[in-house]
């Protein structure tokens, strides 16, 4: 009931940043929790961040901690993703996920985009 599109990614060295963002269209924004997760080649999907319907609350992974922050703007209906200090094993393709039951940190959310590719390079 939500399309999700990612963009932002691309080819960034290593202590460099990134913004991710995630365009929302279909049924109302603020009716569901957003999520970051990625996936690197050869690895399982994984959760990266979250942040809640009201935008109030935010979760992240142990290896976003202090580096990445999800945000939301509502009159946008986006969920961004500001990478900083970005690291060779941050290189995934990054999903922007959505669900309207609850907030998740692990990879079963209900909607998905496409993915965007997020290269770090040493």
């Known amino acids: 009931q939500v399309q999700l599109v990612e963009s932002g990614g691309g080819l960034v060295q290593a202590g460099g940043s990134l913004r991710l963002s995630c365009a929302a269209s279909?049924?109302?924004?603020?009716?569901?929790?957003m999520a970051w997760l990625r996936q690197a080649p050869g690895k399982e999907r994984e959760f990266v961040a979250a942040?809640?319907?009201?935008?109030?609350?935010?979760t992240y992974a142990a290896s976003a901690k202090g580096r990445f922050t999800i945000s939301r703007d509502a009159a946008k209906n986006t969920v961004y993703l500001q990478m900083n200090s970005l690291k060779p094993e941050d290189t995934a393709v990054y999903y922007c996920?959505?669900?309207?039951?609850?907030?998740?940190?692990?990879?079963?959310?209900?909607?998905w985009g496409q993915g965007t590719q997020v290269t770090v390079s040493s």
């Open positions: 996920a959505a669900d309207s039951r609850v907030v998740r940190t692990d990879v079963q959310y209900a909607y």
């Open positions: 279909g049924r109302p924004f603020n009716s569901y929790h």
């Open positions: 942040i809640s319907r009201g935008g109030g609350s935010t």
